[in-house]
């Protein structure tokens, strides 16, 4: 409809300006044949191809773009224009126009809300989900061959200074499997996980949440600016001795240790994520009729999330760095307690043991969490990949 609108409007112009030329020349009785002649010529062209013919190049849009649109249009809201057009021809042969102006039944077509796709059974959904994995399993094996190289490293430093300084990393393995052996270990193992957890999900939280609002207004993020230079400013430790003060050897000093060292970097992924967006998308899907919480939820959240994953992944990390750190400090137990003691009996093999189950710790949580919920939601960026090209 919106090609056709262009088309014709271009059109009729046209032939009314040289109807006009014919009456100021006294042609006037030849102008209904030459007006019937260009508006058949002009009718088949539109009808042939409506979006390429004449809407492609004025709307600046991909003629498969519009020819797809034109279904979902609303045609009542272009009836005034289009009944304009055929003004000047009515007044001198209704036939060019078929002997009357269209009817209210030309005018039927509305946006209708697109078809969704059939549901898949449960076990196509579990086979889908299943390639996924298996997908994303195989990948792992990039990571296997980083850690097997940090390895050849670590075994090449041990060689060169000893068990003391470095301990072999079979023999730090060993160290670790016995640790998880036992129950005591294995329980503060899991409270320092539990506290870091804790800690990044509030700070997740409360980043995207402010990080959103200030992408979605410059204002707040001018007033942020500010705080983010003091929060990054300060160090972690410094954090660490003012929430032991406040809240002494408890989970609330490293939930509070995380939550102020590890927000700003969520909050600055989202804020650039929002800044960052496709708004023209969002202009599409408005004309088709999405609202905003639509535009948002299926528009604006895919193109935020790029920039927001790879902040909570580095927000994570911060986590469990700052939980060992604050644990380590207050004496609040955990594996940073274990740390402690380790470093008092000058035991570097389980003081090595214990920092390997804490980054243990730390990609089970990033590959069993943050990452299969970012391969979810970016299902469509590896549909939109060329055959054959995968990370």
Request: glycine share 10%; proline share 6%.
């Amino acid at each position: 409809m919106t090609a056709a609108r262009v088309h014709a409007t271009g059109s009729a112009t046209t032939s009314r300006d040289r109807l006009i030329g014919l009456g100021a020349g006294g042609g006037a009785p030849a102008a209904p044949g030459l007006l019937r002649a260009a508006h058949a010529t002009e009718t088949d062209a539109v009808l042939a191809d409506p979006a390429a013919s004449a809407a492609s190049g004025p709307l600046d849009q991909p003629a498969q773009l519009l020819g797809a649109s034109i279904k979902h249009c609303n045609a009542a809201a272009a009836r005034p224009a289009v009944e304009a057009i055929p003004g000047p021809m009515t007044a001198l042969d209704t036939a060019i126009i078929g002997g009357s102006l269209p009817d209210d039944g030309c005018y039927a077509l509305r946006w209708t809300e697109p078809r969704r796709p059939p549901r898949r059974g449960p076990v196509a959904g579990l086979a889908d989900r299943a390639a996924r994995l298996g997908r994303f399993v195989w990948s792992g094996w990039a990571g296997l061959s980083a850690l097997a190289l940090l390895a050849a490293l670590w075994q090449a430093g041990h060689e060169a200074y000893g068990d003391f300084i470095l301990p072999a990393p079979l023999a730090t393995l060993a160290a670790a499997w016995g640790l998880l052996g036992d129950p005591g270990a294995s329980a503060k193992l899991w409270l320092t996980t539990e506290r870091a957890i804790l800690g990044f999900a509030l700070a997740a939280g409360a980043g995207v949440l402010a990080g959103l609002a200030a992408g979605y207004s410059p204002a707040t993020l001018r007033l942020a600016r500010p705080l983010l230079t003091v929060m990054l400013g300060v160090p972690p430790i410094a954090w660490i001795v003012l929430a032991m003060i406040w809240f002494g050897g408890s989970n609330a000093t490293v939930a509070a240790a995380i939550l102020i060292a590890a927000t700003p970097v969520v909050f600055v992924g989202a804020a650039e994520g929002v800044a960052t967006r496709d708004r023209a998308l969002e202009t599409m899907a408005q004309a088709f009729g999405a609202g905003p919480l639509r535009r948002f939820a299926h528009v604006a959240a895919r193109q935020v999330a790029a920039h927001v994953f790879p902040a909570l992944a580095l927000a994570l990390g911060t986590a469990f760095k700052v939980a060992v750190m604050a644990e380590l400090l207050a004496n609040a137990g955990g594996s940073g307690g274990e740390l402690a003691r380790a470093r008092a009996l000058l035991d570097i093999s389980l003081a090595l043991a214990w920092v390997l189950l804490a980054v243990a710790a730390l990609i089970a949580v990033e590959y069993g969490l943050i990452r299969p919920v970012r391969a979810g939601l970016e299902r469509w960026r590896e549909a939109a990949q060329p055959w054959g090209v995968k990370r």
